[in-house]
């Protein structure tokens, strides 16, 4: 007999409602945590998903949309039915456990926010299965209504449907570009093109085929400079990588779909030890094949990892209960994201330059990022220009991200670098030619996501962190008698 | 090829950058060494308080001296610090706490700075989105805070507009002697010589020490922190309240720190870990305790650090008699603002072996008769929990 444990499953992405239902099944006690549907307020953080500047008017009945949500997500019906305790609309902010320089969290427990209260849930055993994100980079007008991600318009489309938009134009040619045009047709919107800098067509001939075959032009060797509009995107101009003339295109909206990027904030924060994969072209939790990651009973399940693959030795894992072993990292994965991204960016600023805005929440450009520029607030600049290149290699980091977010703020402003970071370590990369590897990420802090303070707050607060809250490490009382011996 | 400097300073923090650009600028050649990256550990994650040490009088002439000198930094540095002089305020929103003032105010009286006991109505005139709870205060028109990221980088941005090196990802393992002299140190990539060597490596400094058979009594706490996304001016003091010191930065974002905290342990050259807990939670309810309009600010990234402690919570800078040319500190939790004084008296040591910076009564010698387990006695030992 396996003791049933308590699971705590983050994400009720294709993975997380799986592995929530089949761990139900097997007799775990299993909460399912997922930030979707997510309130309006929330969206318009971009996080997880980049919906841009323009939020559909349908969302503001969040109660239509809760049911459409539900409704349109048949994995979540079938981990009900498994018994699995669904808290939807819930922002999972920190994940805590005891280890070194912090022996006093007791149980394990995750931070939620429902609603307008917070709880703190305990459980035996953490699985992160929090899904992808947007990558999205920028150019001039990237801030115009009618400009999201994939991710988020694919949300529109199908989770929230809801989606604003008749004339579309699609940025890459991968899959899940193509997965997206797709759906898209399939609810009458127009697709004006579909943009690729390289001379192929990401996801194939077969693909290219059928893009084709709908009568959709494909911009190949062509880079993306600006989009132009009014109030929102009307235009977006196109310029061959190979130089010559810009191209432009009439559209309302501007889907990017270059790639994703996992979420990996939570497992970050912990402390998961990370690794980069350069087929991913991302930082990952370092995972053994059963998902399971550097910190004792806490698994990370990914697409990006061993995927379906790891939900069944993930769940026997769980109920041995063992140590962790030796990681045994999965392959590398071998979808060349990590090349595409990074030739888009290249491609982006040769065509775009670096007076762009890269930091949308703090309005900082690409050259005042790699200038190490003071924020404009400050008015002021360097006495002598200094490089973000410190240290000399071997087995340590060249370049600190850290220090850019510090001296520049890209990455400090209220999206914490959802939407920046990825592309500013990859300017950094191409700028200072510099492997990605050789970068230190920018590090990941809780709250994961910008919380209302009320929301936060603790109601349950001990005595010993009401009564007996200290400043400093004495109460002036006990400053006054000092322990004899003492001068 | 045998290197040689003038001075290594161990530990690339506030204090230790602040140390080498005033021995550069002496005109020495000194290498600034780091386990880590530059200015990541207390250094980057402070309030950014400039203390006057009205608490422990002792020091308060050094703090004085560096409150003089943190006005010009800037152009000095050449690099913004974001200081900003507009006084200092304690406040009491609990009768308890108002009590606790009262006493607290007896030793500010000691420092012989305008320090004043005001009244609840002028507490709430100098920064009026304070509850109307408010009790009282005190308040001084001196002291002031600055980012102490920035500050930190301009330290060492100037050090290296000299010509200085930092060398990041290179622990001091072992310190070297030679005929009761100290003559350099040695890193995991060989041996680096130096006339003098002075440890700013915070609580590592005593595991450093520790082979010499020198007892460097420091105990590294962690404490919690975190930030608001910004917000339109509210006020410009250093404050204090409620167990909390809220400042608002330059950019706007209210920057929170307080509470509970635990002591952990220091390896000669390992990082501690400094994770987060649920902590803000209950920091997060006192913040709007004090400041009713912050409910619903939204709490963007929190995050910890580790500072060294002293028993007496004063700093040390102590020049070693045996070995000679070694020179030890602690800055006892409030490095940061002190670091301009701080930096100076200890490049003065190191390259003259004296200094007219006011820290002869912050030796070690005040230590003489503490216990060995002065840690164990205050329950300040590694995974205690001081609430
Ligand atoms: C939340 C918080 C709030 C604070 N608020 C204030 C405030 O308002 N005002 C104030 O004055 N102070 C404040 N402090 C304290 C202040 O941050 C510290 O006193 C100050 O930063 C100490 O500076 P430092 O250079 O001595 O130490 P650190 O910044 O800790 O630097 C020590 C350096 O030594 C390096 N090192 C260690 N061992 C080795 C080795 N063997 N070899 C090489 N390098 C080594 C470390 O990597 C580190 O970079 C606060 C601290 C915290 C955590």
Redesign the pocket.
């Known amino acids: 007999m396996i003791p049933p444990r308590r699971i705590t499953v983050v994400g009720a992405s294709r993975l997380g409602c799986k592995f929530a239902s089949r761990a139900a099944r097997a007799g775990h006690a299993v909460t399912l945590i997922d930030e979707h549907p997510q309130s309006l307020a929330r969206m318009s953080y971009d996080a997880p998903y980049f919906y841009g500047t323009a939020l559909p008017a349908a969302l503001t009945n969040e109660n239509a949309i809760a049911q459409v949500v539900l409704e349109s997500n048949p994995a979540l019906a079938e981990c009900f039915e498994a018994g699995v305790d669904l808290r939807l609309g819930a922002v999972a902010w920190g994940a805590f456990q005891n280890g070194p320089n912090a022996r006093h969290i007791g149980i394990p427990k995750v931070g939620l926010i429902e609603g307008t209260g917070n709880s703190l849930v305990e459980h035996d055993v953490l699985a992160l299965a929090t899904g992808m994100r947007d990558f999205v980079p920028a150019f001039a007008g990237s801030n115009l209504p009618g400009v999201f991600g994939v991710k988020a318009g694919v949300a529109f489309l199908d989770l929230y449907q809801c989606y604003e938009g008749e004339r579309t134009l699609v940025l890459g040619t991968s899959a899940r570009a193509v997965d997206f045009v797709r759906r898209a047709v399939a609810r009458g919107i127009g697709i004006v093109g579909m943009v690729e800098p390289g001379p192929g067509f990401t996801a194939g001939p077969e693909a290219a085929a059928e893009i084709a075959a709908l009568g959709i032009p494909v911009h190949r060797t062509s880079t993306l400079v600006s989009a132009e509009g009014r109030t929102a995107v009307e235009r977006a101009s196109l310029r061959p990588v190979t130089g010559g003339g810009d191209l432009v295109l009439d559209c309302d909206t501007i889907c990017i779909a270059i790639g994703v990027l996992p979420n990996i904030e939570l497992p970050a924060a912990m402390g998961c030890r990370l690794r980069f994969d350069a087929g991913a072209g991302s930082w990952l939790p370092e995972t053994d094949l059963t998902g399971r990651t550097s910190l004792p009973d806490v698994f990370w399940l990914s697409d990006f990892a061993a995927g379906e693959a790891a939900l069944a030795p993930a769940l026997a894992a769980i109920a041995e209960a063992g140590p962790t072993g030796r990681l045994i990292p999965p392959p590398e994965t071998a979808t060349g994201q990590g090349a595409y991204l990074r030739f888009w960016i290249q491609t982006m600023r040769d065509a775009g330059g670096d007076a762009v805005t890269l930091c949308k929440c703090e309005d900082i450009s690409r050259a005042d990022f790699l200038g190490l520029a003071p924020p404009p607030y400050l008015n002021g600049g360097l006495r002598h220009p200094h490089s973000p290149v410190t240290g000399t290699g071997g087995t340590a980091p060249r370049i600190q991200q850290d220090l850019l977010k510090r001296m520049t703020r890209v990455g400090m402003g209220h999206c914490q670098g959802k939407r920046c970071r990825d592309e500013a370590a990859l300017l950094l990369s191409l700028r200072f030619g510099i492997g990605m590897e050789e970068i230190r990420p920018g590090s990941y802090r809780f709250p994961v996501r910008p919380v209302d303070l009320a929301a936060i707050a603790a109601e349950d607060d001990t005595h010993d962190t009401r009564e007996k809250w200290s400043y400093w490490l004495h109460e002036p009382e006990a400053m006054q008698s000092r322990p004899d011996g003492v001068p | 090829m045998m290197e040689n400097f003038d001075v290594i300073i161990?530990?690339?923090?506030?204090?230790?950058l602040s140390t080498a650009w005033r021995a550069a600028r002496a005109g020495a050649r000194v290498l600034v060494?780091?386990?880590?990256p530059t200015?990541?550990?207390?250094?980057s994650?402070?309030?950014?308080?400039?203390?006057l040490r009205g608490e422990t009088p002792e020091e308060s002439p050094l703090a004085q001296a560096a409150e003089r000198l943190w006005d010009g930094l800037d152009e000095e540095l050449g690099y913004p610090t974001e200081w900003t002089q507009k006084g200092r305020l304690w406040a009491a929103i609990t009768p308890q706490a108002f009590d606790a003032l009262q006493i607290t105010f007896q030793s500010f009286q000691r420092t012989g700075i305008p320090f004043e006991f005001i009244d609840a109505k002028t507490c709430r005139e100098l920064i009026p989105a304070l509850t109307p709870h408010t009790l009282g205060g005190i308040h001084t028109p001196r002291a002031g805070h600055a980012n102490?990221q920035r500050t930190s980088q301009a330290f060492a941005w100037a050090f290296q507009d000299l010509g200085g090196e930092i060398r990041e990802y290179?622990?001091?393992?072992d310190l070297l002697t030679r005929g009761g002299r100290i003559s350099g140190v040695r890193t995991p990539w060989g041996e680096i010589h130096a006339g003098s060597v002075v440890l700013?490596?915070?609580a590592?400094n005593a595991a450093?020490l520790a082979p010499l058979g020198i007892d460097f009594p420091v105990a590294p706490v962690r404490?919690e922190?975190f930030v608001t996304a910004p917000l339109p001016p509210l006020f410009d003091q250093a404050f204090i309240a409620h167990g909390l010191?809220i400042r608002q930065t330059r950019r706007g974002n209210i920057h929170v720190?307080g509470g509970p905290h635990e002591w952990t342990a220091a390896g000669?050259?390992t990082e501690m870990p400094k994770p987060t807990t649920p902590l803000v939670r209950n920091i997060a309810r006192r913040l709007f305790e004090v400041f009713p309009t912050l409910r619903h600010a939204q709490m963007l990234r929190s995050w910890a650090?580790?500072?060294?402690v002293t028993p007496d919570q004063i700093t040390i800078v102590h020049a070693f008699d045996a070995p000679k040319g070694l020179i030890a500190?602690s800055?006892a939790?409030?490095?940061?603002?002190?670091s301009p004084s701080l930096g100076l008296a200890l490049a003065d040591l190191a390259l003259q072996g004296r200094t007219d910076m006011p820290v002869a009564s912050l030796s070690l010698a005040r230590f003489a008769d503490l216990p060995q387990d002065w840690r164990r006695i205050w329950n300040w030992q590694p995974g205690s929990y001081n609430t």
């Open positions: 161990v530990g690339a923090g506030i204090v230790g060494l780091d386990k880590g200015a990541y550990e207390a250094s994650r402070a309030t950014g308080y400039l203390s102490p290179t622990p001091v393992l700013c490596a915070a590592h450093l404490l922190a010191a720190n000669v050259a650090g580790i500072i060294d500190a800055s939790g409030h490095g940061f603002g002190m």
